[in-house]
């Protein structure tokens, strides 16, 4: 007995989570892809031939972001539906798989790496230095939870909307959400590092405190606005600790 509708789309679902474990350097995520659209795809063609034609759209490159991984696959998910229904040309796949997972990828880097996990970890450490080790569990649970979430809610938005959900996705403006996300992280940032000052009572260590966080600002800033490359800088602080250590003259 084939599976039912709801539990094909589930198991699409869950299969996201394991999108990047046959990754590769030369297609990237395209196994993963395959791998999450077979079930679907099993779903909407009984004829083995259509059945075969439709797999062979997904072994080509792909890589997108693991936040928005369920939303653009529901909307490849929806738009084989189309496919198959013969509302659409099927080329129309490959058009949206890399320009949409591009765009995507770049928004989510932004989002996760940028914002969020930074957010969260900026509050973890606040909450572990006022001893507050049960809210930093909680906070870290609580933040977990909302990925998954997040996911779930695009993923069934997606699914039910198909490509023109990501209009309203651009109507959500998560650029400038990453903006005022950005804004928390100074703020807290910059409690952070007071309330790493306070527990040091010796003035000369909190004078090479203050000169240390003053440097990594500065390299930060130089950083930004030379795009110098960060590897360069790393290796030059490496060499003057190691000619430190051989007691250079």
């Not at 892809?33 to 759209?57: E, G, N």
């Not at 949409?100 to 969260?120: I, Q």
């Not at 400038?176 to 040091?200: E, F, G, H, P």
Request: overall charge positive; hydrophobic content about 55%.
């Amino acid at each position: 007995m084939a599976p039912s509708k709801t539990l094909t789309l589930i198991n699409c679902f869950l299969r996201t989570y394991f999108i990047g474990a046959s990754f590769n350097h030369k297609g990237m995520q395209n196994i993963g892809l395959a791998f999450v659209m077979q079930p679907w795809l099993t779903f909407l063609y009984s004829d083995k031939a259509h059945f075969q034609a439709a797999v062979k759209r997904y072994p080509h490159h792909y890589q997108c972001h693991m936040l928005f991984t369920p939303l653009l696959t529901a909307v490849l998910m929806s738009m084989e539906t189309s496919i198959a229904a013969g509302k659409i040309p099927a080329h129309t796949i490959e058009e949206i798989k890399t320009t949409t997972a591009y765009s995507l990828s770049a928004l989510g880097d932004s989002l996760y790496f940028g914002g969020a996990t930074v957010l969260w970890a900026l509050g973890a450490c606040l909450l572990i230095i006022m001893s507050r080790y049960t809210e930093a569990i909680v906070w870290s649970a609580t933040w977990f939870t909302a990925l998954q979430a997040f996911k779930i809610i695009t993923y069934s938005l997606a699914l039910k909307h198909g490509l023109q959900f990501l209009q309203v996705l651009k109507r959500w403006d998560l650029i400038n959400v990453v903006s005022w996300i950005k804004i928390v992280n100074s703020i807290l940032a910059a409690i952070l590092l007071t309330l790493a000052l306070l527990q040091i009572d010796n003035q000369m260590s909190r004078a090479v405190y203050i000169c240390g966080v003053t440097m990594i600002t500065l390299v930060g800033w130089f950083i930004w606005r030379t795009h110098i490359a960060r590897e360069l800088l790393i290796a030059l602080a490496v060499a003057v600790t190691w000619l430190e250590i051989l007691d250079w003259p």
